[in-house]
Structure formats: C-alpha cells, structure tokens
C-alpha cells in the first residue's frame, strides 16, 4: 500500500513570495489533515478536511495560508505571502475515516522563507 | 486548556540500557493517547496508542507505555535500545475518533554506542 505522498519535499522562498504544497493521501482515506511542525516543536494542526469539506481550520491563519480538496483526493495547502515566521515542516496525514483513530503522516515539505 | 507536556527535550542513552520518555497530558475529558516516532527527515510514525482497556500498552519494536489516569500520564519505556532508536519521539492525544492530534514537543533521543 503507497503511503501518503508530499511535494516538494524541500522549498527555500523569500518572504512575501508565494508558496504551494501538495499531498496524495492513502487510497480510499476520506480523511486529510495539515500540520504544521516547527523546529523543536510538536506538530500543531491547521486544518481537516473530511472528503472535499472542511472539518476544523481554526488555527489556520486566513489572511495567508488557504487549502483545498477539490475532489476529495489530493489536497493543495497555499501560502501567500510568506512571512519568515512560515518557517517549517507541513506534514500531511490522512485517516481512513472519521471513526478511525490512526492517521498516517507523509514524509513532510521543508519551507524555509528568507 | 488542554495540552501535553514531554518533561525532557533530550535524552541521551547508551545501546542496550533503558529509557523512559515522560509524557504528562492536561485535559477535562477523556482521550486517547499515541506515542509517534519521528526519524531524520522522515513524517511520523505510530508506535503504539491507548483507546480503553489493559492501562499497558505495547507497541512496535519494542516499545511499551502505561496510562496512567490518576497522574494524567501516558511515558513511553523500552527496556534495551538500539543505535537505531535515534529520534524524535512525540506523546499526542485526541479527544475522539477522527478528532486532531495534539501533540508534546517532543524528546529526541540518542543513542549512544
């Protein structure tokens, strides 16, 4: 079974530019999580999505960050405009469903703005 | 505010001795516990994880942990590591099924020849 695909897997951008990610998650996983993990910290969830609907994206900075799942599939998580702060990893994860306690992480993007 | 607390940020450990990873969670409602490795470069991976049931909870290569509800804590024990066991390791929770994983900021462990 394919685990969760991310790409790229490593992005330097200056601040103020845009950015995007995107993640593959498991076949047949209607669930799909971002997480944002910064250096020497635990990973902190900026949204959920339960097929192509939104779950939870309450601590999803708004005015910068957007994601979607158009088709309940894969997922694109946008960042415009970058500030040094974004410095981190984004981690995707998807679960088989909303009943199901384990998620699955793919290997991360690593975003440095400058 | 619910959180997780891992009390130490590293522990450096020589091969083939023990270790314990402390976790401590904070939360007004019941929850599920996880333990997650994370290697170099790499996404996290589950090591083991508390539902209900047998407090004593064992997990892949050999990792056990014990719940604890009265002290709220969830440490992560293995009784001989491996050079191998070098990571990051993170204690999270979750307030239900499907529910967002809140995680510690973890401990990184080394090993040690």
């Known amino acids: 079974e394919a685990g969760v695909a991310q790409s790229p897997r490593y992005k330097i951008i200056e601040k103020r530019q845009s950015v995007a990610f995107w993640c593959n998650p498991i076949s047949g996983h209607a669930t799909l999580y971002w997480y944002q993990q910064i250096l020497g910290q635990g990973p902190k969830l900026l949204i959920q999505?339960?097929?192509?609907?939104?779950?939870?994206d309450s601590q999803l900075p708004k005015d910068r960050f957007s994601a979607e799942r158009l088709k309940g599939v894969d997922s694109t998580l946008k960042i415009q405009p970058a500030k040094l702060e974004d410095s981190a990893v984004y981690l995707c994860?998807?679960?088989?469903?909303?009943?199901?306690?384990?998620?699955?992480f793919g290997p991360g993007t690593r975003l440095t703005v400058t | 505010a619910q959180s997780v607390t891992q009390l130490d940020s590293q522990v450096p450990v020589f091969e083939e001795a023990p270790v314990e990873l402390r976790c401590n969670y904070s939360s007004s409602v019941s929850v599920y516990l996880f333990w997650y490795v994370q290697y170099p470069n790499q996404g996290l991976q589950l090591l083991l994880k508390y539902l209900s049931g047998s407090t004593l909870v064992k997990g892949i290569n050999g990792f056990e942990a014990e719940f604890n509800k009265s002290q709220t804590s969830f440490h992560l024990r293995k009784p001989s590591v491996h050079i191998s066991d070098t990571a990051e390791y993170f204690c999270?929770?979750?307030?239900?099924?499907?529910?967002?994983?809140?995680f510690g900021g973890g401990t990184r462990v080394l090993v040690k020849p």
């Open positions: 999270a929770y979750a307030r239900a099924a499907g529910n967002k994983l809140t």
């Open positions: 999505f339960q097929n192509n609907g939104v779950v939870d």
């Open positions: 994860a998807s679960s088989l469903r909303t009943s199901s306690y384990e998620q699955y």
